[in-house]
């Protein structure tokens, strides 16, 4: 890895994108510079100013024109977090319908890590396709994390990550033995 650590985190329209702050400052407490790439959905659900302003970056959402350079550099690992049944079920069939699936995408056969931790109802995850999928996006290096020891619900019925948890389980592969 380059001594410029950039983390891509990606994330699609689930509860715990509403606390995306919380991992951004993780990982920059880390020394990551946190570049946010987010689902049309997921934009409409957060502040997306705010965020600008807390990863010092352009939020992407939308791809760039063609010709314009892209705002972002080159990262150096990928955290998809939240990631939806839907999202994940696209990403394994090469569906690039959104910026954030076509990162995705584009990255899976780059050799970088990519981490995933998703966020999907058990009976979602049940359904044949899903099993299927995670297994392929595995199978291609993807690193799946255990979406039900890090999520848990709050008072008001919405799902919540551990996202000290998600980014210490990101340290721990990223630097075995620290």
């Not at 502040?47 to 352009?58: F, Y």
């Not at 780059?110 to 999928?133: M, T």
Request: proline share 8%.
């Amino acid at each position: 890895m380059s001594e410029d650590k950039v983390i891509y985190l990606i994330a699609a329209a689930a509860p715990p994108v509403l606390e995306i702050e919380i991992p951004i400052s993780l990982l920059q407490e880390c020394g990551w510079q946190v570049c946010l790439i987010l689902t049309p959905t997921a934009a409409g659900w957060v502040d997306v100013p705010r965020l600008e302003k807390a990863t010092r970056a352009a939020v992407r959402v939308y791809p760039r024109r063609p010709g314009d350079q892209d705002p972002l550099p080159e990262a150096n690992v990928v955290l998809g977090a939240p990631l939806t049944f839907n999202m994940i079920n696209k990403w394994a069939m090469g569906v690039s319908d959104t910026l954030a699936l076509g990162v995705l995408n584009e990255l899976l056969g780059v050799g970088i890590p990519i981490f995933s931790a998703p966020c999907a109802k058990d009976a979602l995850r049940k359904h044949p396709a899903y099993g299927a999928n995670v297994r392929t996006l595995t199978a291609s290096g993807v690193h799946f994390l255990n979406s039900e020891r890090l999520t848990s619900r709050l008072g008001n019925g919405l799902v919540t990550f551990d996202w000290p948890a998600v980014v210490g389980v990101l340290d721990a592969a990223l630097y075995p033995g620290l």
